[in-house]
């Protein structure tokens, strides 16, 4: 985002502060501000979809943690605080990450002072990260603009793993803000990600934002631009990585993967080590959220179906490590996963 957009997400004030978050559910057309003075505001915001993208869940909830704390709040309270937080969305690990942290200084120091600099610190912590992801993810990219025959590299993503779902650039588009950084000619392909859009409302107004070439394409045309040969490369962000590689991810991006590999163009995933999940062994055991029926039938405002139709409405699907050319993370990038 440029430099005139607020933050995504920001705690304003000291103990009895609060948490303030973009509206991403009135992207791009309108850029509010919300205020959420209580846990259950948060909750609500996570739930809602006003705040996204795993690490931005994860440190909203642990600020919002600290709004347990106000008003005389007891150690009980701020526990059952990070319980009910958690039961917001099941999917990304790193909300539960987040809150274990805050639970642990919970145990040795309850007081608001603590838990606000613990949620600063994860906050600091998203960002550096955020940093480090796009400097390896731009290392690994950079061969294919040596070997470049056009004037630009195409690389697809899907849903959004920018700014807006961070605490920091993002994710995915931390690689291509930092290929932007170095001078190397970049033309992104926004998947729509349907069924809530997040491709076309939030990346690609990122995009925009920083005047970053990009071309958005319904989600069911990926397959038609790889075989045109615009795409050199994919990269998306994850909710949850298991611990065979088998990564998590908004729905489609398996069947983004899948083409990928139809089409010989390598699949990277980028994210923080926050969101592997070393107690499940594959992919197969990460909790799946489905969500309303009205998101797919009366999206946004408009009737789309018939009344009474059935609906299968899952937010997030698996990709299996075997279709993954390689994971970046704030620490390496790897080819083959690796947990040590």
């Not at 502060?17 to 559910?25: A, E, K, P, V």
């Not at 990219?141 to 899907?158: C, D, M, N, R, W």
């Not at 994710?171 to 992104?188: G, K, N, Y």
């Not at 990277?268 to 999940?277: F, M, N, V």
Request: glycine share 8%; aromatic share 6%.
């Amino acid at each position: 985002m440029n430099r005139d957009c607020p933050p995504t997400l920001q705690w304003i004030g000291e103990t009895d502060g609060h948490l303030r978050l973009i509206d991403q559910t009135r992207l791009p057309t309108e850029l509010v501000e919300i205020d959420c003075h209580t846990v259950e505001d948060v909750w609500q915001a996570i739930k809602r979809l006003s705040v996204r993208g795993a690490p931005a869940i994860g440190v909203a909830a642990a600020y919002g943690v600290c709004l347990a704390t106000q008003a005389g709040g007891t150690i009980a309270e701020v526990r059952k605080a990070c319980d009910y937080l958690a039961t917001s969305r099941p999917t990304a690990v790193n909300l539960f990450w987040a809150l274990d942290r805050m639970r642990s200084v919970v145990e040795q120091d309850p007081s608001g002072e603590a838990l606000l600099n613990e949620a600063r610190a994860i906050h600091e912590e998203d960002a550096a990260m955020c940093a480090a992801i796009g400097k390896h993810g731009a290392d690994i990219l950079v061969p294919l603009f040596e070997k470049a025959t056009s004037e630009s590299i195409g690389i697809l993503t899907h849903c959004n793993a920018g700014a807006l779902a961070t605490g920091g650039e993002g994710t995915a588009l931390s690689v291509i803000f930092e290929l932007a950084r170095r001078d190397l000619p970049v033309h992104v392909w926004v998947d729509e990600t349907r069924p809530l859009l997040q491709g076309s409302r939030l990346t690609a107004w990122e995009l925009t934002q920083r005047g970053i070439p990009c071309t958005l394409i319904c989600d069911n045309m990926a397959a038609t631009v790889m075989k045109e040969g615009r795409v050199q490369a994919v990269v998306t962000g994850a909710d949850r990585i298991a611990a065979n590689g088998d990564a998590a991810n908004k729905i489609g991006t398996y069947g983004a993967a899948t083409l990928a590999r139809a089409h010989d163009i390598p699949f990277y995933i980028a994210a923080p080590t926050s969101t592997i999940d070393p107690a499940l062994a594959t992919g197969e055991e990460i909790p799946i959220e489905e969500r309303d029926a009205e998101e797919v039938t009366n999206g946004f405002g408009s009737v789309t179906a018939p009344e009474g139709v059935s609906v299968y409405n899952p937010a997030f699907d698996v990709t299996p490590a075997e279709l993954i050319a390689g994971w970046i993370t704030e620490e390496r990038a790897m080819d083959e996963f690796n947990l040590s």
